[in-house]
Each structure stands twice: as C-alpha cells, then as structure tokens.
C-alpha cells in the first residue's frame, strides 16, 4: 500500500512552485492553520478566505483549502469566536481543514498572477514591470505586446469581455491605436510611472488611487481599474491544474476543486431614467 499524501507534500511543492521566500517582508505566506501531518483528501482552491468557502470546503470534502490572500495576516491579539474571522478558526479547527495561503510569492514568480492575467489578454514577449534580485523573470506586474494593434474601444470591450466585467473605470485618455499594455493583478496603481516608464499606452490594475488617477490625466498614460477580484481570481484555474499535475506525478486521486461560490464582493447597480434634481 502506497504512503498517503500528507499537507507537508503539498506546503513542499507549493514552496518549489512560487518559492516562500520571495513573499515580500511585510506579508504572511504558506500554513496558516493546520497539521502539516494531515493526510490530505481533498483541496478546495480559491481567492479569499471566507466562512461560505468554509463550508463548501466541508460539503465538498476538501480538507485543505489553498487561497491567494492570507487568512491571518497581522498577529493576532485575541480569538474572539463570536466574531466572524474566530468563527472561522474554530469550524477550521473543529473539521480538521487547514488554510494554506500563496500571496506575494505568487504575484513575483514568472507564472504568477500578473502573468495569469497577461496570458488572458493575449500579451506577447512579456516581462516583469519591476524585478526581484538578479533574476530577470521575477517581480511585480508584466508588460507586452497585443498581437496586433486594437482601438481603444475595441480594446476595452476585450479587457471586459475576457475578465467577465461589464464596466470598466478608466482613468486618463483612452489611445486611438493600442499596441503595448502593462498588468498588474491586484492593487497595482504605484506602478503607474514604471508602466509608462516601460513604453505600455495602457496600464490595467486594480483599487487605482484617486492621486494616481489625477496623474494619469496629466500625464499621457491609460489606466483601467479592472478591480482586484476579476484581477487575481484569474489565477485560480493555474493553481488547479498545477496541483492535479503534482498530484498525478504521485499517483494521487485526491480531487482538487476550483470554488464555484465565490464571486467578486463588489456589485454594479445600473439605474435607469435617473433625474437629478439641483441642490
């Protein structure tokens, strides 16, 4: 009989995969909570930890759940369990699910986020925005090429249309003809400069400062807001398919699910026949 897999296999893979050590100084990767010993029978893969993705943990059967952002992210003081963040540590707790998190050291790996979020857009010879050490392949964001030019128009309605969006906020003068565009999954507006910097017309991102908003405008670059949701959650479908690999290559058949509940927590509201009556 084979050994079973145990979440310290996965904590090791993951580690070769987007390298723990690359997380920036201020951030909080790898276990969060749990037993590196567990056997793992199922991993439920998604952006945000959250009690709905909790239970469709527990209803799925996946007791490991590999998110983007990080369940505990400053020290903790207290554990109020009455609260919705000690609910969460206690159902955790209580059904033996641990909550593993990749969070910088995904976004600076060559095949990371920005680079999930690239590939969607159909950019060509990509590099990083900024760069990390001596490795040329490592750092925030990516910049590239479209295949071919596109209209301004045209290419917003591609940016929604790939991201499943149906409103784009857009910050500075849309170009006529569009060939270089930087990305940066999440919240990437201080790189506004180097995506100039880099030759990009057009710099898509997330949470865009309103200051940096106000640049754009004087200062000739396109930034679209795409949010941090339909930004990050891009690379989702990349970690699925990178543990069903790891897990194959063992021999495994632990079943590695995609969440199907979570969607982004901010909604458009569209109103029709608004009169606006002066003040």
Avoid: Y
Wanted: with cysteine; proline share 5%; charged share 15%.
């Amino acid at each position: 009989m084979s050994s079973p897999l145990l979440l310290k296999d996965i904590l090791t893979f993951l580690g070769e995969f987007a390298p723990w050590e690359l997380a920036e100084t201020w951030d909080n990767v790898g276990l969060m909570i749990g037993n590196p010993d567990q056997n793992v029978e199922g991993v439920l893969v998604a952006l945000d930890p959250s009690l709905s993705l909790l239970d469709e943990a527990i209803e799925s059967k996946a007791n490991i759940i590999l998110t983007h952002h990080p369940l505990i992210f400053h020290p903790l003081k207290s554990i109020n369990t009455a609260s919705p963040f000690g609910k969460l540590l206690k159902k955790a707790l209580n059904h033996n699910i641990a909550i593993v998190s990749c969070h910088t050291n995904l976004d600076i790996i060559g095949n990371g986020v920005s680079d999930a979020l690239s590939s969607t857009l159909g950019l060509q010879k990509t590099q990083p925005l900024t760069t990390k050490g001596t490795d040329q392949t490592l750092g925030f964001g990516k910049v590239g090429d479209l295949v071919s030019p596109m209209a301004g128009s045209s290419f917003l309605k591609f940016v929604a249309e790939k991201l499943g969006l149906t409103g784009l906020p857009v910050a500075g003068s849309l170009p006529e003809s569009i060939t270089r565009v930087a990305v940066c999954g999440g919240s990437g507006s201080d790189l506004a400069e180097t995506a100039q910097s880099s030759g990009a017309q057009v710099f898509i991102t997330a949470e865009v400062k309103h200051s940096i908003a106000r640049w754009a405008e004087e200062n000739g670059l396109c930034i679209i807001d795409a949010g941090h949701f339909a930004t990050e959650n891009i690379i989702i479908p990349r970690l699925v398919s990178e543990l069903k690999d790891f897990l194959a290559e063992k021999n495994k058949q632990i079943p590695v699910l995609a969440s199907t509940i979570q969607s982004n927590p901010l909604r458009l509201h569209f109103f029709k026949d608004m009169t606006l009556t002066p003040t």
